[in-house]
């Protein structure tokens, strides 16, 4: 999902409204997913593989079956057949599972959502410490970030603002972005996460004379 220029205007216009009445400066980053999850793949992948064995394991008949029909079936199935079969079906588990995991879909589905969260949030601290951290003069940089695919989102608040603004207090920006995205409408989303930021930060970082705009204001996609 991309979001349209009318999104990009709307949440722009958002961050230069909500800097008019604060010296607290916001940025706005979506990004269409924190991470590609190829590890979570190859941990499923590895995971059906070892499944495979432990059911061939547990119902050898398959391999009885085979050797009796294909080889001779007078005789007991040698233990190298029973190896044989595990590798081979070892093999087309493990093709079969990568190509179906190579689908972003499925692997976002099987990515428990735990692990989502700390790639969101690795990825938005990374933002961050690029495009906020302390980069205005008194330290009141605040991120605020989106990741599409995850349905998640991070608000990162700089130094000066940290030590003066419970994280707790981000809660209803943060519900509101989740709702519109959730709806579909990552643009009124984000649009209204930054008006209820930037009311915490005029309450506690008014905006004092000589305040100039010290980062952009434009909403940044990935």
Same mark, same amino acid.
Do not use: C
């Given at each position: 999902?991309?979001?349209?220029?009318?999104?990009?205007?709307?949440?722009?216009?958002?961050?230069?409204?909500?800097?008019?009445?604060?010296?607290?400066?916001?940025?706005?980053?979506?990004?269409?997913?924190? =991470? $590609?999850?190829? /590890?979570?793949?190859?941990? %499923?992948?590895?995971?059906?593989? &070892? !499944?495979?064995? @432990?059911?061939?394991?547990?119902?050898?008949?398959?391999?009885?079956?085979?050797?009796?029909?294909?080889? =001779? $079936?007078?005789? /007991?199935?040698?233990?190298? %057949?029973?190896?044989?079969?595990? &590798? !081979?079906?070892? @093999?087309?588990?493990?093709?079969?599972?990568?190509?179906?995991?190579?689908?972003?879909?499925?692997?976002?589905?099987?990515?428990?959502?735990?692990?989502?969260?700390?790639?969101?949030?690795?990825?938005?601290?990374?933002?961050?410490?690029?495009?906020?951290?302390?980069?205005?003069?008194?330290?009141?940089?605040?991120?605020?970030?989106?990741?599409?695919?995850?349905?998640?989102?991070?608000?990162?608040?700089?130094?000066?603002?940290?030590?003066?603004?419970?994280?707790?207090?981000?809660?209803?920006?943060?519900?509101?972005?989740?709702?519109?995205?959730?709806?579909?409408?990552?643009?009124?989303?984000?649009?209204?996460?930054?008006?209820?930021?930037?009311?915490?930060?005029?309450?506690?970082?008014?905006?004092?004379?000589?305040?100039?705009?010290?980062?952009?204001?434009?909403?940044?996609?990935?």
């Amino acid at each position: 999902m991309r979001l349209s220029e009318a999104d990009h205007s709307r949440v722009t216009s958002a961050v230069t409204r909500a800097e008019l009445s604060t010296d607290g400066e916001i940025v706005t980053v979506v990004a269409g997913r924190s =991470d $590609a999850y190829h /590890d979570v793949a190859l941990h %499923w992948t590895v995971l059906a593989m &070892l !499944l495979v064995l @432990a059911l061939l394991a547990w119902v050898p008949s398959p391999v009885e079956w085979l050797h009796s029909h294909l080889i =001779d $079936a007078w005789s /007991d199935t040698p233990p190298r %057949w029973y190896l044989t079969f595990a &590798l !081979l079906l070892m @093999a087309v588990t493990f093709l079969a599972a990568r190509l179906l995991l190579a689908l972003d879909g499925v692997r976002m589905l099987l990515t428990p959502r735990a692990t989502k969260a700390r790639r969101v949030h690795r990825a938005a601290m990374k933002l961050f410490r690029t495009a906020a951290e302390k980069r205005t003069k008194a330290s009141t940089g605040v991120l605020l970030y989106l990741s599409l695919a995850e349905h998640q989102a991070e608000i990162i608040a700089d130094e000066a603002i940290h030590g003066r603004v419970e994280p707790e207090i981000w809660g209803a920006a943060m519900a509101a972005l989740i709702a519109d995205v959730k709806d579909g409408r990552p643009g009124d989303g984000m649009a209204a996460a930054v008006e209820q930021i930037g009311a915490i930060l005029a309450q506690h970082f008014p905006r004092s004379e000589g305040d100039t705009n010290e980062l952009p204001d434009r909403l940044i996609e990935l």
